[in-house]
């Protein structure tokens, strides 16, 4: 079957139902942000340039000035800064003020489309330790139209909520819009393809493991990164005795009875076996923090020099905001002291089996006996198996097809954010091919009638002919 011909199953399929692909299909359900002249920006360019014709939507107007902008001129992606800075206008300059949008829900500039993912309505939110507090502050989490403080019922009491609450807002999101209607869970994807002009993709339930097949125009990649980076060593795969995020670590923590503070405090102590912690972001602080809290004896490998440590993310948490990791940190520079917390930098792990894991580092190497060995060197992308073809990104659309795009982590924007800032420039980009193929489809019907008409014509006068001649 030629691809012209297979019939579309929707516009756009979205792939990915956390923030980004509840951000994005928020703007293509008719969610349109417009700049609230009552409250205006204390950019002036900025005020006077979407003052100029305030009727139109973000969505509509043409934001390419943003590239010329003071304040913007070193960000890659000025639209995420610019969207950013709207929303939440002074928040970085310690003169916070009301957003400078506000946001009309019109129906007339839906774009049909699908949002599938492999979870519940959250994404990766779902699957986050629910009592880790998020990094982002809560106003910085907020989804278009719909904010935090709305869902809350007023500004929260404490800057940053636990990502059960966030997965919590985000499900609540998507039916305060009415844009849940959209959204199809449980659906693992095996296979992304253009055949000729169409996209088609493949997949099962994760319930039932029905088979499903989507045709669609276009292609939103907003999956972000769930695949857990590992090791890479041989026997890593069959060792039962490896964790790659906080929550399992917990669960498997809580589940063997030969750890914890609430189980057995006198094994603890008689044994020489700790909990091998390995990265130094915010994942490896957590696990630390954890162990420590339950007296239960951490050796924490990392891969960057002392000075390294200095100048990493987590180096530059507020010590007022982020107590918790500045105290982790401080320990992995060596500051601060714990008697059950043993720092290696410069190292890293070369061999693992069930019982013991050999370091390398600048001192040598050393087999070390462990309980838990805890892998936090963060997620990546396993989408480069179901994607067929080979595609590479600038910024937001492939180099290769401009009908394929991406957006949140997929596309690099990590942080809520500024990926709602990406969607809206992703937004902005189809409803743009949108309306050139609508164009483009009411001139072919108008030509095609014409012809029809023509030919209409021709047949009556051959007919007047033949009756009158």
Not at 432 to 453: C, F, G, I, P, V
Request: with cysteine.
């Amino acid at each position: 079957m030629q691809g012209s011909r297979r019939r579309l199953d929707t516009q756009v399929l979205i792939i990915g139902n956390g923030p980004a692909g509840l951000a994005l299909s928020a703007f293509l359900s008719g969610v349109q942000p417009f700049y609230n002249v009552d409250q205006p920006h204390q950019n002036e360019l900025i005020h006077e340039r979407l003052s100029a014709d305030p009727h139109l939507s973000l969505l509509e107007q043409d934001l390419t000035w943003s590239d010329q902008l003071t304040d913007l001129t070193s960000a890659s992606r000025p639209l995420s800064i610019l969207y950013d800075m709207l929303v939440r206008p002074g928040v970085d300059t310690g003169d916070p003020r009301p957003s400078s949008l506000q946001w009309e829900m019109n129906l007339a500039h839906e774009i049909p489309h699908m949002v599938i993912g492999e979870t519940s309505i959250g994404g990766s939110w779902n699957n986050y330790d629910p009592e880790m507090l998020a990094v982002s502050f809560a106003q910085s989490l907020d989804l278009p139209g719909y904010s935090t403080t709305e869902w809350l019922g007023g500004t929260p009491l404490v800057p940053r909520l636990p990502s059960c609450a966030i997965a919590s807002y985000m499900a609540s999101y998507a039916e305060q819009l009415g844009i849940q209607r959209n959204f199809h869970c449980n659906m693992k994807i095996t296979s992304v393809k253009k055949v000729d002009d169409v996209w088609v993709t493949e997949g099962r339930s994760t319930l039932d493991n029905r088979p499903f097949t989507i045709c669609s125009r276009y292609v939103v990649l907003a999956c972000g990164k769930t695949a857990p980076r590992k090791l890479g060593l041989v026997g890593e795969e069959t060792c039962k005795n490896i964790v790659y995020d906080t929550k399992t670590f917990k669960d498997r923590l809580a589940s063997d009875t030969n750890l914890g503070k609430e189980y057995t405090i006198p094994a603890i102590s008689s044994s020489s076996k700790a909990v091998v912690v390995l990265g130094d972001g915010i994942s490896s602080a957590d696990v630390v923090r954890h162990c420590l809290e339950r007296e239960i004896p951490v050796i924490h490998v990392m891969r960057r020099t002392d000075r390294q440590l200095r100048n990493t993310m987590i180096s530059r948490l507020s010590p007022t905001y982020y107590g918790e990791y500045n105290k982790v940190h401080q320990m992995m520079i060596g500051r601060q002291v714990d008697p059950l917390y043993t720092r290696m930098t410069s190292a890293e792990v070369v061999d693992v089996n069930e019982k013991t894991v050999l370091i390398s580092s600048t001192k040598g190497k050393i087999d070390i006996p462990y309980s838990l060995l805890a892998v936090c060197f963060g997620r990546q992308s396993d989408f480069d198996t179901v994607l067929q073809g080979k595609y590479s990104f600038l910024q937001y659309h492939s180099e290769e097809d401009p009908t394929l795009f991406a957006a949140g982590s997929f596309a690099g924007d990590h942080f809520v954010r500024y990926l709602v800032g990406g969607c809206l420039h992703v937004a902005k980009e189809i409803k743009a091919k949108h309306r050139a193929q609508q164009l483009n489809n009411n001139n072919n019907e108008a030509s095609t009638l014409r012809r029809k008409n023509r030919c209409c014509c021709t047949r009556m006068m051959i007919l007047r002919g033949i009756a009158f001649g």
